[in-house]
């Protein structure tokens, strides 16, 4: 009976949390779009994670030569550590760890030729949700709106 | 019937192509009324559930590109308009079930590379097929006469028009997988990316100048072992998923015997004010006729298994 009780405790203070934790996840997504999408385009697509104890989430996308592409980190963490990138090729070969360079809200990436690549979101500490929005459009854009 | 209308006379017509679009919400509200699919046997397969975490099978689902982004690429690229390349737009009303999905995927594709080339009439001619189909699968409100009405008023803009049908192709992703649909959005990936990769082919032996596209088949030998894999993890391992990795794996085969170049890329990387630029040494090697017709073989293969009426 105890440990009925103490399962119905559990869901009825975890369970709330838990969705509540999902949908501040998911509530952050259309802030970071309108912060940092800016000029680019953005197809509507994320991915969303809730990281705990180290915890990361791995992503694969195509990135083409001669398309400009906005990785927009977007979560909030425990330690209110920010959310970083490590960016790998199909082989798994650790390219660039964005951790390395500095906080930064976004980052823009060109590539010389069109490439798999994988991307990692981790917290460096502490446990949250982590999402990702990626922007693309043509460096061409860029110069005529600039 | 009098929104449509009304509509149409407030469109101001200087084109043929405008013409064309003027009419086509009424072409779209007329799309609505579908006959009944006929059944094939891919048609009432029923797939899986899988057998690994969804967070894990997202990372092979969204892997493969997006149509609007092949699209972007293909425009960046320059390159011409081969209409007799592309699926009948005429049959989407003989499609149903995962055959459906993955037709609604050739369709768009199809649909994104006539509009990134220009040519708005045959867009909006996949377009009235991808929404018939998208009615199969409840998402054709995503492409509503409204919505269609906003693309139209940006037609002289492209980039915006392009931007706003990559919303859309994202947020009808987002539908399926919220509504249960995943095996469905599954599909829907796969047929897009046989049929960028089908276009592709069928550029290169048009235009064998713009080797550059090639590009576009060295990315096959990282991208197939995950289509491999997106296809092997679900439970069930139906009768269709069998099909389509014995197709997946022939195509890896072709493209190992062409693309000698290894998957381990490794860029010099410069990062300058928030941009990371990536030089990769090695660069896509064109293709000579004859490889071209060895890759087209298991591609043509897989693209009819899934599009056989």
């Known amino acids: 009976m105890r440990a009925f009780l103490r399962a119905v405790f559990w869901l009825s203070v975890g369970l709330p949390l838990f969705l509540s934790a999902q949908t501040s996840c998911k509530d952050l997504i259309p802030t970071c779009r309108d912060a940092y999408m800016e000029n680019f385009g953005w ?21 083409f030569r001669g398309i400009r592409y906005r990785l927009i980190p977007c979560g909030s963490s425990s330690t209110k550590a920010p959310l970083h990138i490590r960016l790998y090729n199909a082989n798994r070969t650790l390219l660039l760890d964005t951790r390395q360079q500095g906080d930064r809200a976004y980052w823009d990436l060109e590539l010389s030729t069109t490439q798999l ?15 990702l929005l990626i922007g693309h459009r043509a460096p061409m854009e860029a110069s005529t709106r600039q | 019937m009098d929104f449509v209308v009304k509509a149409v006379k407030k469109l101001s017509l200087n084109e043929w192509g405008s013409k064309f679009l003027a009419i ?35 990372a092979y689902m969204k892997a493969a590109p997006s149509p609007l982004q092949v699209a972007a690429w293909l425009k960046q690229e320059k390159v011409s308009f081969i209409r007799e390349a592309l699926h009948d737009p005429t049959l989407a009303t003989k499609y149903g079930g995962i055959q459906g999905a993955a037709t609604l995927g050739i369709y768009l594709t199809d649909m994104a590379y006539a509009y990134s080339t220009q040519h708005y009439q045959e867009a909006y001619e996949y377009l ?42 994202g947020e009808m992703q987002q539908r399926l997988e919220e509504t249960g649909q995943q095996v469905m959005l599954r599909h829907m990936i796969l047929g897009g990316w046989i049929e960028s990769l089908h276009l592709t ?40 998923s069998r099909q389509v990795i014995q197709h997946l794996l022939s195509i890896q085969e072709s493209i ?27 660069k896509a090697t064109g293709l000579s006729a004859q490889q071209l017709h060895l890759l087209k073989r298991p591609v043509s293969e897989l693209r009819q298994y899934m599009i056989k009426v």
């Open chain 2, 256 to 282: 190992n015997t062409v693309v000698s170049e290894s998957t381990d890329n490794r860029p010099v990387t410069k990062v300058e004010k928030g941009v990371i630029q990536m030089q990769f040494t090695s």
């Open chain 2, 128 to 169: 009235s097929s991808v929404n018939r189909l998208a009615a199969r699968y409840g998402v054709d409100d995503i492409l509503s006469v409204d919505r269609i009405r906003l693309l139209e008023k940006l037609q002289d803009r492209p980039d915006s028009a392009q931007k706003l049908l990559s919303q859309y192709y």
């Open chain 2, 24 to 58: 086509f919400p009424l072409t779209i509200w007329l799309a609505a009324c579908t006959d009944a699919p006929k059944e094939s046997s891919l048609q009432s397969s029923q797939d899986t559930l899988y057998a690994i975490p969804w967070e894990e099978v997202q």
């Open chain 2, 201 to 240: 082919l069928a550029l290169l032996e048009k235009e064998p100048q713009k080797q550059q596209l090639a590009e576009m088949i060295t990315l096959q030998k990282s991208l197939i072992p995950l289509l491999i894999k997106l296809y092997s993890i679900d439970t069930a391992a139906t009768a269709s």
């Open chain 1, 117 to 131: 690549l994988l991307i990692e979101l981790y917290y460096p500490s502490g446990d949250g949700c982590a999402a």
């Open chain 1, 43 to 63: 197809d509507g697509r994320y991915w969303r994670a809730e990281l705990y104890g180290g915890e990361t989430s791995e992503i694969y996308y195509t990135f």
